[in-house]
């Protein structure tokens, strides 16, 4: 599928979110259609009309409903839904999902495990800034995750960077703070970063998953998203220069195959 057309069938999606959702989709196109293109780019020369992925803890957000609209023979979607969009809007923040035929799984995948409703095949399992929220160890989840992918399928983990370039450069300067304090403080259930990984800690948890095809790779979504201008700006100076050394970008991922 060429590259406008993904653009063209997820901007079509993106509007038919709520009216207060559907801003934030639109400006999140462009990267729910690399970690698509990441996707298709793993099924290699097999239809993706005829493959079925996985994606765990991504929420209401485009990638799955993408995915579907796309005609991807089956999309799953598995997720807690406990974020404060779905405490305030209920179930119904998730009927675009379901229009467009994804299956959706309401699950802590951390705390359960996948559970034994789940197909054995998948051609791709992914999961996308997701894992740094997580309070315990996914190592048992990510067995179990392999287990669930076919021979020669994929596994893409996609992750906020905990050293990246601008982090390296704000902290010694006593500005590159954590967190904003009412996102732990105010809420009555913290749904923030509690461990982000860096380069070294994918490849980890790849050799732990037994991977094979093992790739780690970076490009820098947050910076585009920063509400500083001036990070928006030196993003943009610097995006490519930067991801020539994974360990520089804000947003890092691992692509493997199972074997």
């Known amino acids: 599928m060429e590259h406008h057309e993904l653009v063209a069938v997820l901007t079509k999606v993106a509007n038919e979110y709520p009216k207060d959702m559907a801003a934030e989709q639109l400006r999140d196109i462009p990267r729910i259609t690399y970690h698509i293109e990441l996707a ?7 239809p993706h009309q005829q493959s079925t992925v996985c994606d765990l803890g991504g929420g209401i957000g485009l990638f799955s409903v993408g995915c579907a609209a796309l005609g991807f023979k089956r999309v799953f979607l598995v997720d807690d839904f406990n974020d404060t969009v779905n405490r305030r809007v209920g179930p119904s923040v998730l009927d675009l999902h ?17 559970g034994d409703d789940l197909p054995n095949d998948f051609d791709v399992i992914t999961t996308f ?7 315990h ?24 960077n905990c050293v ?18 009412q996102e732990w403080y105010d809420e009555e259930m913290f749904r923030g ?5 860096d380069v070294d800690d994918l490849r ?31 993003t943009r100076i610097m995006d490519y220069p930067l991801r020539l050394k994974a360990s520089f970008c804000s947003d890092i991922y691992l692509t493997g195959r199972k074997c």
């Open 40 to 46: 298709l780019a793993a099924l290699g020369p097999k």
């Open 98 to 114: 379901r229009h467009y035929g994804v299956e959706i799984i309401s699950r802590d995948v951390i705390a359960e495990g996948l």
């Open 129 to 135: 800034d997701s894992m740094e929220h997580w309070h």
């Open 137 to 160: 160890s996914p190592k048992k989840m990510f067995k179990e995750a392999r287990g669930l992918i076919r021979d020669g399928g994929a596994f893409i983990l996609g992750v906020p």
């Open 164 to 181: 990246n370039m601008r982090k390296r450069i704000t902290v010694p300067l006593g500005i590159g703070k954590w967190s904003r304090i």
């Open 193 to 197: 970063h509690v461990r982000e990984p």
């Open 204 to 234: 980890y948890i790849a050799r732990d998953m037994g991977l094979a095809d093992i790739s780690v790779f970076g490009r820098n979504w947050l910076g585009y998203a920063s509400a500083n201008p001036a990070v928006r700006i030196a």
